[in-house]
């Protein structure tokens, strides 16, 4: 983490900052909104109805005056602990898959590789929806975390997958497996590491993709409605038309968190990038480059 | 050509059978994992619509499980028996009709929005991605990354309200939903393709605009990584014409992996689309899957997540099999 600030990215240190301010709303948001505004996400006719923005409610008001502010506050907290839940989920079955998969070359390995090429195929919002509706949101935001992760790892762990192929037959791993060192040990001490790069990156957008299909599934109505978060938001502006009354307070906040979380995590993803591939460090903009520059030179004085 | 039907074709075959039966096994595990009973919840309702008859009854057994005293073989054996023959009982949110018969409905409406929607993103987005990935670092790269970065994280059925907004209802410029005129009769007519294309014209805009970027981030990084290699350098010292260099050369060799994530991203367009059409209301798999949510018809679900994955799998496997053609090293790996 500090390598990445101390290269002073730009990109990455913006990203950050977008991802640790929504965790921040996400965690006292709702008592903040609640306590000190004393707005209430679920209140009716707390102003009139199809208000727009104004200083008693800073996004104006949905069908049945309830404050949009304080829905989008609280509903950050639904998104983000799903995204969070789902994409943990998510990445630690792409990174069990992927390692044992790629670090196996027996029959295990090719039978693991199979089982992950067919969940890479079988495509995985149609899946969702499915389980989703046999579930109609039994269990809570926890249990729709878990269906998520569960139907949408394949893709990452194609990618762990790789990765672990190139480094099993690297020196310093094969020297650990000649010296006797246990299998488990070899993979967390001597591959994870190497990995950590990738996951990190699999990880941010296992979260995107979480809160995302998260925002999909309330928005058809296959999660529990009555919760607040930002896919039940639009489902009701979109059930209360929304869109006819022009409402655009109602339904731009939503999409725009949403919009905002992914940008967040391209944005570090972009300087993980850099830092773990040097070709890609091209991609630097005129200053960053000059700036590089001037470091490569400052290395080779040292070096002299 | 003796070749190309050789092992790897079989294997590739052999994994896509396997995928299929993959696919067609969930169907039949799913709902018999979930609680609730959804076989007695559906057999409920079909006695709320009309009677039903001991034959129907067997049938949602056969598909949904609950049914008392037989293995589960014997349903597993049956159920797979009916997906041969297209069977997959009636719908309940368009009762009588079989679930068949509702899915066909649908699907070449889906198909031909989908099919076009992604070709055009596919061949826009490489376009885009080659121009940016040549010179990495101008303005129109850094510019056109941080763009995509930003459209790729929009959700599908977000920018389809944005649209729908925007153009159908501050603008007028093109009709609300559905996927033709009501007074229309559907055929190779001018008035319905007319009819047809303007309501076509902001669902395929709504995919296009959100998987372009993918296309385009996947082409520039590939790009990017091949613009220094020797023979790239070779080609540009030999004094050919830049544009010989930037398509014969770099992006031939740079396209290839974006073709064989085309595959896999199938999926995802289908996916996404799913929720386009829910927005537009368009009559394809989108808006059925829609109803049959909204009326906790399960049988449609059913029939429509197989029929779903199985046109996923089989683009998948079309794109698999080309991509041995363009690619001649992963015939020579045979």
Do not use: C
Request: hydrophobic share 50%.
């Amino acid at each position: 983490m500090r390598r990445l600030v101390a290269g002073g990215d730009r990109k990455v240190i913006l990203g950050l900052t977008i991802l640790a301010a929504m965790l921040l709303i996400a965690l006292v948001g709702p008592v903040v909104v609640s306590s000190l505004l004393g707005q209430s996400p679920t209140k009716l006719h707390a102003g009139p109805a199809l208000a727009g923005p104004s200083g008693d409610h800073w996004l104006g008001t949905t069908s049945s005056g309830v404050d949009v502010f304080a829905q989008f506050i609280t509903g950050t907290r639904v998104s983000v602990f799903v995204g969070l839940v789902g994409g943990t989920i998510s990445t630690f079955l792409a990174v069990l898959f992927g390692l044992v998969s790629g670090y196996h070359t027996g029959r295990t390995g090719a039978a693991l590789t199979g089982f992950v090429n067919i969940f890479l195929v079988i495509p995985g919002l149609p899946l969702l929806l499915l389980i989703a509706s046999y579930t109609r949101g039994r269990g809570g935001w926890a249990a729709v975390a878990l269906i998520i992760g569960l139907t949408s790892w394949a893709g990452g762990a194609r990618v762990k997958r790789a990765q672990t192929l190139s480094l099993r037959n690297r020196d310093f791993v094969a020297a650990a497996r000649y010296s006797g060192d246990k299998q488990s040990r070899v993979l967390f001490m001597e591959v994870v590491p190497h990995l950590a790069p990738v996951i990190a990156s699999t990880f941010l957008f296992a979260v995107v993709g979480s809160i995302a299909a998260e925002a999909g599934l309330d928005f058809i109505g296959a999660g529990n409605t009555n919760t607040v978060s930002w896919g039940t938001m639009l489902y009701w502006a979109q059930s209360q038309g929304a869109l006819q009354s022009g409402a655009w307070w109602w339904f731009l906040p939503p999409g725009l968190g949403i919009a905002l979380v992914g940008t967040a995590a391209g944005l570090v993803n972009f300087g993980i990038d850099e830092l773990s591939d040097p070709r890609r460090r091209t991609l630097r903009t005129g200053s960053q480059s000059k700036r590089s520059k001037r470091r490569k030179v400052r290395r080779t004085e040292v070096a002299a | 050509m003796t070749r190309l039907l050789g092992t790897p074709f079989v294997q590739r075959i052999g994994f896509y059978v396997l995928a299929a039966w993959s696919a067609v096994t969930i169907n039949f595990v799913l709902p018999r994992l979930m609680p609730g009973d959804p076989a007695s919840a559906i057999l409920f309702k079909m006695s709320e619509l009309g009677p039903v008859s001991e034959q129907q009854e067997e049938l949602v057994h056969r598909l949904f499980g609950g049914a008392r005293g037989q293995s589960w073989w014997h349903e597993y054996v049956g159920y797979l028996n009916g997906i041969v023959h297209l069977d997959f009982g009636r719908s309940i949110s368009f009762y009588p009709a079989t679930v068949s018969a509702v899915v066909k409905s649908g699907f070449l409406w889906t198909l031909l929005l989908v099919g076009s929607a992604t070709v055009i993103a596919f061949v826009l987005g490489t376009g885009l991605g080659i121009v940016a990935g040549w010179r990495p670092g101008r303005a129109l790269d850094s510019v056109g990354s941080l763009t995509s970065i930003f459209l790729h994280s929009l959700p599908y059925f977000w920018v389809a309200l944005i649209l729908v907004y925007v153009f159908s209802f501050t603008l007028g410029w093109f009709p609300l939903s559905g996927g033709a005129d009501i007074g229309v009769v559907p055929g190779f007519t001018p008035d319905f393709l007319n009819s047809a294309v303007r309501h076509a014209m902001l669902p395929a805009a709504t995919i296009v605009l959100t998987s372009v970027s993918g296309w385009m981030i996947h082409m520039r990084n590939m790009m990017a990584s091949v613009v220094n290699e020797d023979y790239v350098l070779l080609a540009q010292a030999k004094g050919l014409p830049g544009h010989r260099v930037v398509f014969s050369y770099a992006a031939r060799n740079a396209v290839l992996p974006s073709i064989s994530g085309f595959a896999v991203s199938i999926g995802m367009v289908v996916g996404g689309s799913l929720l386009t059409e829910m927005v537009f209301n368009y009559p394809g798999l989108g808006s059925l899957l829609n109803q049959a949510i909204v009326n906790v018809d399960y049988p449609l679900m059913q029939g429509l997540f197989l029929i779903i994955s199985l046109t996923v799998l089989a683009a998948n496997f079309v794109v698999d099999s080309l991509y041995v053609l363009i690619d001649p090293r992963t015939r020579e790996a045979a």
